[in-house]
């Protein structure tokens, strides 16, 4: 596949090539920014993930702590039929 060009028509496909690369490369530089910025993100999800759950666990045995010194009252009495 042995082909001849003009000198005119290699500039013309070297610009060509380099418009492409050009475009990848702005293409990659955006991905790479989202891509950081979604870790960024994910990192501060996980930790708000782990303080809600450690206050969770305080909540219930804040909870667990209050109802095992109470004593049972009548309206949290489940009737017989239920």
Known sequence: MNQD???AELDTRLEALES???YQEHW????DQAVA???R???RLEQLSALMQH???EQQQAW???????TPRPEDEVP???
């Open 55 to 57: 206050r969770l666990r």
């Open 64 to 70: 667990q702590d209050n109802n095992a010194n109470a």
């Open 20 to 22: 492409r690369i050009a």
């Open 80 to 82: 017989p039929h239920y």
């Open 41 to 43: 993100r994910l990192e």
């Open 28 to 31: 990659l530089d955006t991905l």
């Open 5 to 7: 060009f003009s000198p």
């Open 37 to 39: 910025q979604q870790e």
